[in-house]
T-cell receptor, first 106, second 112 residues
Framework: GQSLEQPSEVTAVEGAIVQINCTYQ??????LSWYQQHDGGAPTFLSY????GLEETGRFSSFLSRSDSYGYLLLQELQMKDSASYFC???????FGPGTRLSVLP | IAGITQAPTSQILAAGRRMTLRCTQD?????MYWYRQDLGLGLRLIHY???????GKGEVPDGYSVSRANTDDFPLTLASAVPSQTSVYFC???????????FGPGTRLTVL
């Protein structure tokens, strides 16, 4: 089977850096994706890692270590608008983690 | 149409009634998906379709059916709704070449 684990909540202050971790268990591997979802909205794609290492997209970066079955999303220069839920997702037919709710405080 | 649309936006339904949630995309994506999202449980895959004419079961398919007669449309049908099907339903699509999914705005369904 496939499963992903994430922390349920993370809190940080504006301007800070926060890391959201994701660990997974799977019999195969097709890459790890990250999605953002604001309350009442739809998930939107942030980043994808097919190979080990860091992928950077503006203030957001994502890291993958396939040997450790582990990845993380790094958010820099946090802004109030970054308050949202963040999901890691795996696989060709997309198994999603339970989500991490990020609260950014002034 | 731009991207993915879903209809209705929200619906209150009596238990036992039949309901079809509509999903249409204009990006010519081969793959389409239906998820339900419940508080604390994240997104769970109900059914998927990798290409027109084919469908597959996801993690929670019981009580739901889908069809994929063409590339653009992927309706989800609840044959006889039950209260446990109260949820927010998201349709998504991907081109299959990348691992990016594009989500519709969702349908909030309440079954009483």
């Amino acid at each position: 089977g496939q499963s992903l684990e994430q922390p349920s909540e993370v809190t940080a202050v504006e301007g800070a850096i926060v890391q959201i971790n994701c660990t997974y268990q799977t019999s195969g591997f097709y890459g790890l994706s990250w999605y953002q979802q604001h309350d009442g909205g739809a998930p939107t794609f942030l980043s994808y890692n097919a190979l080990d290492g860091l992928e950077e997209t503006g203030r957001f970066s994502s890291f993958l270590s396939r040997s450790d079955s582990y990845g993380y999303l790094l958010l820099q220069e946090l802004q109030m608008k970054d308050s949202a839920s963040y999901f890691c997702a795996y696989g060709q037919n997309f198994v999603f983690g339970p989500g991490t709710r990020l609260s950014v405080l002034p | 149409i731009a991207g993915i649309t879903q209809a209705p936006t929200s619906q209150i339904l009596a238990a036992g009634r039949r309901m079809t949630l509509r999903c249409t995309q204009d990006m010519r994506h081969n793959a389409m998906y239906w998820y339900r999202q419940d508080l604390g449980l994240g997104l769970r895959l109900i059914h998927y379709s990798n290409t027109a004419g084919t469908t597959g079961k996801g993690e929670v398919p019981d009580g739901y059916s889908v069809s994929r007669a063409n590339t653009d449309d992927f309706p989800l049908t609840l044959a006889s709704a039950v209260p446990s099907q109260t949820s927010v339903y998201f349709c998504a699509s991907s081109d299959g070449a990348s691992d990016t999914q594009y989500f519709g705005p969702g349908t909030r369904l309440t079954v009483l």
